[in-house]
């Protein structure tokens, strides 16, 4: 699937300096984006982000606040309904480490690993959606909706069926 959505950086092209980037999905993206996030439509998709790289510290910190209002399905009515997200994050780089090196290297449970930069390159676009992706409710729905387990067996029936209700009947 060809990416439609993207704003790639390069991480050699960066200064210093702490930079804002503002983007806006148009409606080609929202679809683009809706099929990633396995939605039933994207409505709107905008990000808020901030980047900074320290060379003396090997570091590439990104964060910032991503806004989407995506169009889901309901696991228990079935019915549509439109959700807002608004995560904020942030997120470390490091601009030296490799894949092979982070497998290479031993961590406790609760160190911070920073993630790695592939192809000197980090897209922005990527981390706004991923970000929603961590967000969206695995099973959605509505404020409100509840759901209620109705047995199409009663009581009765089911003590009829149980099968040690018979070694029971046995031990007597």
């Keep these: 699937m060809q990416n439609l959505f993207s704003y790639p950086l390069v991480v050699d092209e960066l200064s210093a300096a702490q930079r804002r980037y503002k983007f806006k999905a148009d409606e080609k993206e929202l679809k683009f984006i809706a099929d990633v996030l396995k939605v039933v439509d994207a409505k709107s998709f905008e990000a808020d982000l901030n980047v900074k790289l320290s060379k003396k510290e090997h570091q590439l910190k990104v964060w910032g606040k991503v806004r989407a209002e995506l169009e889901l399905m309901s696991v228990i009515s079935l019915e549509n309904f439109t959700k807002t997200y608004e995560p904020e994050f942030e997120i470390n780089y490091d601009t030296q480490l490799s894949p092979k090196d982070l497998r290479e290297m031993e961590?406790?449970?609760?160190?911070?690993?920073?993630d790695v930069i592939i192809d000197g390159k980090i897209d922005l676009a990527e981390i706004a959606?991923?970000?929603i992706?961590?967000?969206i409710d695995d099973f959605p729905r509505q404020d409100g909706e509840v759901f209620e387990f109705e047995s199409e067996f009663d009581e009765e029936?089911?003590?009829?069926?149980?099968?040690?209700a018979v070694l029971a009947k046995l031990k007597k």
């Design 129 to 131: 959606m991923e970000q």
């Design 107 to 114: 961590f406790e449970f609760d160190d911070e690993v920073p």
């Design 157 to 164: 029936t089911t003590e009829k069926m149980n099968p040690f």
């Design 133 to 135: 992706a961590l967000v």
